[in-house]
C-alpha cells in the first residue's frame, strides 16, 4: 500500500510538472535589412500575424539597404553551419542561393495554395527554379519614382508635375534657386544605382534598357546614348547637397517629408516613409514615374527564402511562407511597405493614389512587354556584373571618374572583363 500511494504521489507530481511547464513556441530567425520606421510597421504585419499563430519571431536586422552588409552576415552563417530560418533576398542573390542547396523545398504548400495561378511571371522567374518553389514573394516594387513635397515646388514656382527630362530639371532648378535642396540623395552606392535605374529607362526605354543592361549587348552598351546616361547622371550631380555623402535613403525622405527638398528619386517603397509621417498624396506631396519613363517600369520584388534550418523549424517555416502570400497580409503589408502586392487577384480597394498608379503602371508594362528588372537591386544581372556596375556609377557620380565619357567606356569594360 505504501508503494503505491508514493507511486500516486509520484505520478501526481509528474502531472503537476507538465502542466505547468510552458508549451515550448515554434520559432522563426528571421534576417533581413528592413530598418526604417515605414519597413518596420510593414514588417509588424507579418510578425503580429504569425505571433497569432503561436509563431515566436526572432528579429535579426542588418541595417544599410539594399542587402549589402546583409548577404555578408549571411553568408558568414550559412557557412558556419548555423542559418536563420528565413531571410531576406532579392533577384540573382536569390537564385544564386538556390544553386547552393540551402534552400527549403516550398513546393508543397505552394501546390495546396496555388501560388502558380496568382503570382506573376516576372516574379516567378527568381521565385521558382527548375519547377521548385524556393521562396514566398511579398511585394512588387517599382523603382522609377519621383517624390516631391508639394508646398515646396509651390513656393518655388513649380506648378505641375513634370513629364519630360527637361521639364524635370528646370523644375529642380528653381526649387534649388529659392533655397532648397533640389534632390534629396544619400551618397551610397546602391542609391546612386537606383537613380541610375531611372536615368538609363528615361533615356533609352525599356528596349535599349534590356538590350543594354539585361542581355549585355557591346553595341547598346558603347552607344551614343550610354555616354548622354551619364551626362544625364552629371547634371543630377549638381542638384544634391554638399551633406549628400553616407546619408541612408530613408534620411533623404525625410528632407523631402520635412520641407528641406523639393524631390528625391527613389523607388516605391519611399511611400512607406511618407505614410510613417502621416502625410498624404496630392495633399502634401506628389508621386509620379521618372519624367521620361511612362509606360515602362524597373521592378524588384522582396522574398522571403526559408534555409535548411533542420526538421524541427519546417513547421515555423510553412506557416511564415503561407502567410507571406496570404491576401489580407499582402495588401495590409505593403499598405505600409509602399508596394504592391506580389499577386495578381487582390483588390487595390485600400491603396492610396501612388499604389492605384503603381498598380496600373506594372499591369500595363507586363503586358507591352516594359517591365525589366532592376539593374540596382539585383534583377537585371548576377551579383557580380551589378557590383561592378556599382563602382562605375558611385565613382562616376562622386568625382572619381573624369567626367561622362570615362564612365561610358567603363560601362563597356564590365562586359568585356566578365
Request: proline share 3%; charged share 20%.
Amino acid at each position: 500500500m505504501k508503494k503505491m500511494y508514493i507511486k500516486k504521489l509520484m505520478l501526481s507530481a509528474a502531472l503537476s510538472f507538465s502542466v505547468s511547464l510552458p508549451a515550448i513556441a515554434s520559432e522563426v530567425e528571421v534576417l533581413h535589412f528592413w530598418t526604417s520606421g515605414g519597413e518596420g510597421q510593414a514588417l509588424n504585419v507579418l510578425k503580429d500575424n504569425l505571433e497569432k499563430e503561436g509563431v515566436n519571431w526572432k528579429d535579426m536586422p542588418v541595417a544599410g539597404g539594399g542587402g549589402g552588409d546583409a548577404m555578408t552576415t549571411l553568408r558568414a552563417r550559412v557557412t558556419s553551419g548555423n542559418p536563420p530560418s528565413a531571410a531576406l533576398l532579392m533577384g540573382f542573390d536569390l537564385l544564386d542561393w538556390a544553386d547552393l542547396g540551402v534552400l527549403s523545398n516550398l513546393n508543397s504548400l505552394a501546390e495546396k495554395e496555388n501560388w502558380d495561378a496568382v503570382v506573376p511571371d516576372a516574379v516567378k522567374k527568381f521565385t521558382k527554379v527548375d519547377g521548385k518553389w524556393i521562396a514566398a514573394p511579398l511585394a512588387m516594387h517599382s523603382i522609377n519614382w519621383v517624390w516631391a513635397n508639394k508646398e515646396v515646388l509651390e513656393k518655388s514656382g513649380v506648378n505641375k508635375e513634370p513629364r519630360t527630362w527637361d521639364e524635370f530639371i528646370a523644375a529642380a532648378e528653381k526649387v534649388k534657386k529659392a533655397g532648397y535642396t533640389a534632390l534629396a540623395h544619400g551618397g551610397q552606392a546602391w542609391q546612386e544605382a537606383t537613380v541610375f535605374d531611372s536615368v538609363v529607362l528615361a533615356t533609352g526605354g525599356a528596349e535599349y534598357y534590356r538590350k543594354a543592361f539585361i542581355d549585355l549587348d557591346s553595341d547598346a552598351l558603347a552607344s551614343p546614348t550610354m555616354l548622354r546616361i551619364f551626362q544625364r547622371m552629371s547634371q543630377l550631380r549638381g542638384l544634391v547637397d554638399d551633406n549628400f555623402s553616407g546619408r541612408d535613403w530613408n534620411v533623404a525622405s525625410s528632407m523631402v517629408i520635412s520641407g528641406k527638398a523639393g524631390f528625391q528619386i527613389m523607388g516605391d517603397w519611399a511611400k512607406g516613409e511618407f505614410a510613417n509621417a502621416n502625410k498624404e498624396p496630392n495633399v502634401d506631396y506628389l508621386c509620379f514615374p521618372m519624367p521620361g519613363t511612362a509606360g515602362s517600369v524597373s521592378f524588384l520584388s522582396n522574398q522571403f527564402a526559408m534555409f535548411d534550418a533542420g526538421k524541427d523549424k519546417r513547421a515555423a517555416q510553412l506557416k511564415m511562407a503561407s502567410l507571406s502570400l496570404d491576401p489580407k497580409v499582402q495588401v495590409e503589408f505593403n499598405l505600409f511597405k509602399g508596394a504592391v502586392p506580389a499577386r495578381t487577384d487582390l483588390s487595390n480597394e485600400k491603396f492610396d493614389t501612388c499604389a492605384k498608379r503603381a498598380l496600373r503602371d506594372i499591369t500595363y508594362a507586363n503586358k507591352a512587354n516594359t517591365l525589366v528588372g532592376s539593374i540596382a537591386h539585383g534583377h537585371a544581372v548576377p551579383a557580380a556584373i551589378k557590383n561592378a556596375f556599382y563602382d562605375v556609377i558611385t565613382n562616376h557620380f562622386n568625382g572619381q571618374l573624369s567626367d561622362a565619357e570615362a564612365a561610358a567606356e567603363m560601362i563597356v569594360a564590365v562586359k568585356v572583363n566578365k
